[in-house]
């Protein structure tokens, strides 16, 4: 009897490597014959193609400024995979950037992660590296990767440096939402406008603030998805490729040892990036995504739990907006190790994370610490409750959130008129006229802005400040809408009312004139109308759901969900429950 060839079905390697997933030809052997003959006309050997395949999500785009260090971290992962006895595969994906994605970036993001997942599932690899930075691009990547079950690694690519304009230091995107306000409010001319635009992005990178873009590195590390230290290298440092080097060797350790994600996205592990999310004073949007990514895991976020975990959690990292540093001040005051050495007493230590060891274990690893003044103590926080608080009320049934540690104090607790615009098309044509009717003292409401609305979320809940209010010196208002703002952004600004508007919540029903009372201590969301006037309203004006004839459009308004479950498609989420977080 002839012996076998290295093409013939071997069932004790068939699912690794090369012979992962063989292609559908109704012969394996020569599926994986076929398969060899084409990969080694790109010059591989035999020998390397006998390695474990680690697969290398490339989202670089010149489209996106976030990830131009792309091409360097992939050359690191891939030396670190070589030097494991690994073999590197490189593969494009989607890349979406905040700034260059039309009508929001939110609306790409799932199906970037469609894209990750199925990329992930049809090619050959062992284990596969995600390498990701803009706001929506980490969320999209582990919600793939989440889905497709493989070995996993996040590699953040790491923020932009600070730059300086007339001798103050300014960094993407705080400041820039600030000096564009200054402008609107006639405090400096155009010129100084078009000088600070040259500083405020002074590398390739994300967003040097707590943005969505920080917030999501840092919840990747606490999820334990990253190498530890892997939330804080600046993008154009040598920490940064030092870190893209070990997770290309850790990647090859997973595949070995066979360490899937769910071992590693376990509720413990959503916990945990929970805390760091309220301790950290995160993105608002850092609960939908986490919520979404959570989702495919079968685990559902309880808005009322995270709350109470919110009372007891205070703010400790001092960076914009909620404090005054930069993402590259706390890479040097010691990064996640610091803040996580900090909230040890209040975290699930026997978490696991990509390194096979636990976020305990890490930790004592980490070491003692030392003196910094980025990260501040449970006994004297930046703000004594978590940064985010949940809020319910007749506006909002399902929910709504506020950061609260970037609001104003004074408004924290206000009832006013609501100034109302129904769209994004209206608050553009009136909010400069220097007749519209406000004062300082009222609320403003823009309405179909959620998930089905606008559609796609976008982060057009920063109402900016009425012109007329601005020059004369306004600079805070309560504002409200079914939308979301970004992480970079400050105010008393009240986000996410689910339902949203354009599928019948009662934010649908609100009127100019009516009266709304916020309270952030009570938790409330209120609309001063009764449920009689309302059931009226609705009646008279009942609200035709937003639809498409064909394409991704489609698909979107079909399948999407509300806030509160991620707005994720209904058919992404895991198909059995397996409870909530937090417990």
């Not at 590296?129 to 919600?143: E, F, N, S, W, Y």
């Not at 805390?275 to 959570?294: E, P, Q, Y």
């Not at 978490?351 to 003196?371: C, H, K, S």
Request: aromatic content about 4%.
């Amino acid at each position: 009897m002839a012996d076998k060839t290295p093409f013939e079905p071997d069932d004790s390697a068939g699912t690794s490597g090369m012979r992962r997933g063989l292609t559908s030809y109704g012969d394996q052997g020569f599926s994986l014959f076929l398969r060899k003959a084409f990969i080694k006309g790109a010059g591989f050997t035999d020998a390397a193609l006998d390695r474990p395949v680690v697969g290398i999500a490339d989202t670089g785009s010149a489209y996106n400024p976030c990830h131009g260090n792309a091409p360097q971290l992939i050359e690191a992962v891939k030396r670190g995979v070589m030097l494991a006895g690994g073999l590197p595969m490189a593969f494009p994906t989607i890349s979406v950037h905040e700034s260059f994605a039309a009508p929001t970036s939110m609306y790409l993001r799932n199906l970037m992660s469609m894209d990750t997942e199925e990329m992930v599932r049809a090619q050959p690899m062992d284990a596969v590296v995600l390498i990701g930075g803009c706001d929506k691009t980490v969320p999209a990547q582990l919600m793939g990767a989440a889905s497709a079950g493989l070995p996993s690694i996040q590699l953040i690519t790491g923020s932009m440096l600070t730059g300086s304009h007339r001798g103050e230091r300014v960094g993407a995107c705080t400041d820039c939402r600030r000096y564009w306000g200054k402008y609107r409010a006639g405090e400096i001319e155009a010129e100084e406008t078009a000088d600070v635009n040259n500083q405020l992005v002074a590398s390739v990178g994300t967003c040097s603030v707590m943005g969505t873009a920080s917030t999501m590195a840092c919840i990747a590390e606490a999820l334990g998805m990253t190498m530890p230290g892997g939330a804080s290298p600046p993008a154009v440092t040598a920490d940064r490729i030092r870190i893209a080097e070990q997770t290309g060797a850790q990647a090859v350790q997973m595949a070995r040892d066979g360490l899937t994600i769910d071992k590693v996205l376990t509720p413990a592990a959503f916990e945990n990036a929970m805390r760091v999310l309220l301790a950290i004073g995160g993105s608002t949007n850092g609960i939908v995504h986490l919520t979404a990514i959570a989702g495919r895991m079968g685990l559902e976020t309880d808005l009322a739990a995270l709350d109470r975990m919110g009372r007891d959690t205070p703010v400790l990292l001092d960076l914009k907006p909620s404090g005054q540093h930069y993402m590259e001040d706390f890479h040097h005051a010691g990064g996640m190790a610091t803040l996580l050495r900090e909230l040890k007493p209040l975290l699930h230590l026997d978490a696991m994370t990509v390194t096979g060891r636990t976020l305990g274990e890490e930790l004592e690893r980490a070491g003692p610490g030392f003196r910094q003044h980025v990260v501040r103590s449970m006994a004297d926080p930046i703000y004594p409750q978590g940064g985010i608080a949940v809020l319910r009320g007749n506006l909002a049934p399902g929910g709504a959130i506020i950061k609260q540690s970037a609001a104003d104090p004074k408004l924290m607790e206000h009832e006013g008129r609501a100034v109302v615009f129904e769209n994004i098309e209206d608050l553009v044509t009136r909010i400069d006229r220097d007749d519209l009717d406000v004062t300082p003292q009222d609320v403003l409401v823009l309405k179909n802005i959620g998930p089905k609305g606008a559609p796609g979320m976008p982060e057009a809940g920063y109402i900016p400040i009425p012109r007329k209010l601005a020059r004369a010196g306004v600079k805070d208002i309560v504002r409200i809408s079914d939308g979301r703002m970004s992480g970079t952004a400050f105010g008393t600004i009240v986000l996410h009312v689910t339902p949203e508007s354009a599928i019948g919540g009662p934010l649908a029903y609100v009127r100019s004139g009516d009266r709304i009372r916020l309270s952030v201590a009570n938790r409330e969301i209120a609309l001063l109308v009764s449920d009689e006037e309302l059931a009226r309203r609705a009646e008279a004006m009942p609200v035709v759901e937003p639809s498409a004839e064909r394409g991704y459009l489609k698909l979107f308004l079909q399948t999407v969900t509300q806030a509160d479950q991620g707005v994720d498609f209904d058919f992404l989420r895991a198909p059995k429950s397996a409870g909530k977080v937090p417990r």
